[in-house]
T-cell receptor, first 110, second 113 residues
């Protein structure tokens, strides 16, 4: 699976949109971009995934660049409960391994 | 619906003692199963994964072992714990085949003293 690069930490004001970037420049054609988040002392939770089209669900939006070498997770109206570590991973269909990087520690400030 | 159970939630063990952490999944069959460890303030480190009964892949040489005696049961073990084995251990499952997300248990916080 391709590796991902994310900023170590980010801050965002409550009520604002939080935009979390992820670089995956070595992504291959059959690999998907997944986002998870981990609230302190809990197991990670799936947020969203995509292949090449932008995706939106009740939690977030995922914007993938046309060349697919990077993506951005958008939390449209961040709340204090969105404070967590956010992981961007790239994995292919049927992949057996599931490897996480260090993620981005997002802090939402009141 | 599918659920994943992981226990115990917290554990304090002396150095040199054995370890057994159990993870079971309900509501699915033939899942991929994973064990991760997370040191304080760090990311998730993949320790073991399994694609079927008795099939274990180890990612990091260490003091731990894993077994999958049944389709939906995954066990993490150690014969003699080290101080460095302390951490937050997470079990996860994911369906085989098509693109799917992974589901995690609530984790076990292990402190070796």
């Amino acid at each position: 699976d391709a590796k991902t690069t994310q900023p170590t930490s980010m801050d965002c004001a409550e009520g604002r949109a939080a935009n979390l970037p992820c670089n995956h420049s070595t992504i291959s054609g059959n690999e998907y971009v997944y986002w998870y988040r981990q609230i302190h002392s809990q197991g990670p939770q799936y947020i969203i995934h995509g292949l090449k089209n932008n995706e939106t669900n009740e939690m977030a939006s995922l914007i993938i660049t046309e060349d697919r070498k990077s993506s951005t997770l958008i939390l449209p109206h961040a709340t204090l409960r969105d404070t967590a570590v956010y992981y961007c991973i790239v994995t292919s269909q049927g992949a057996q391994k599931l490897v996480f990087g260090q993620g981005t520690r997002l802090t939402i400030n009141p | 619906s599918q659920t994943i159970h992981q226990w115990p939630a917290t554990l304090v063990q002396p150095v040199g003692s054995p370890l057994s952490l159990e993870c079971t999944v309900e509501g699915t069959s033939n899942p991929n199963l994973y064990w991760y460890r997370q040191a304080a303030g760090r990311g998730l480190q993949l320790l073991f994964y399994s694609v079927g009964i008795g099939q274990i892949s180890s990612e990091v040489p260490q003091n731990l072992s894993a077994s999958r005696p049944q389709d939906r049961q995954f066990i993490l073990s150690s014969k003699k714990l080290l101080l460095s084995d302390s951490g937050f251990y997470l079990c996860a499952w994911r369906s085989q085949g098509w693109v799917t997300e992974a589901f995690f248990g609530q984790g076990t916080r292990l402190t070796v003293v």
